[in-house]
């Protein structure tokens, strides 16, 4: 159906949206107010387990986007959500990524026990299997997956929760009073420590503890795009054994 489906809200198109690389991202017009389009080929699974997470985060007082339903009450058709806009600006700062290190730890807390997303594996899943989602062991060269898995092996036994997991300033939105936080595409139950490995180590973690961290999340972004030029770059911060 593709955008066409727009008509399950009632809404318009406006303009494409800059920063989407898995879906196509519009300005789209619902009931008058402005809102964010985003269609994409996930499965129906997926979506639920996406729109039901923005649910919850936004009934606990998270700024996140908020999927608004069809005319008849579903929160998404076709492939496509239909959300609200955040507004706001990227951190600067030190202490504007400090802010956002607290709105992460609300969210950890609040979903300490929530399923892990359709078809993902996380980083210490990865132990013993080679793929999950984008993430595919096998077309790595060996000695790559010999230390990404070294280095997700120091968070084995930790608690679990959902993590953003793709903390670039884009998709963060601050105003003066409220943390907001966009595009959860990457969204999955993992070891916290990966969304707490912030720039500067605004999330104040100790040293060792913000070493495995960072270790961590340079394996997985590795794991990740692997093959390409970021992911050597992430690779290349992965200590050899």
Known sequence: MGWESLEEWGAVRLEPLTGGVANDVWSVLVNGQRAVGRLGTRSDADLAWETGLLQHLDHHGLT???????????LFADGLV????VEGTPPETQADWR?????LRTLHRLTGDWPQR???RSSTDLLHTTSGTKVDLDAMPAEAVARCRAAWARLAGRPTCVLH???NPGN???????VGLIDWDEAHVDVPDFDLALPGNA???????????????AAWEAAVCWDDDYSAKRLAEVRPL
């Open 99 to 103: 802010r956002v290190a607290d709105t």
């Open 203 to 217: 999330a104040g973690l100790d040293d060792l503890t913000y070493d495995v961290a960072s270790q961590a999340s």
């Open 172 to 178: 963060v939105r601050l105003t003066a009073s409220r």
């Open 118 to 120: 359709p078809g993902w």
């Open 82 to 85: 239909v959300m609200t806009y």
């Open 165 to 167: 997991g793709d903390l």
């Open 64 to 74: 996140v986007p908020v999927p608004i339903p069809t005319t008849d009450g579903r």
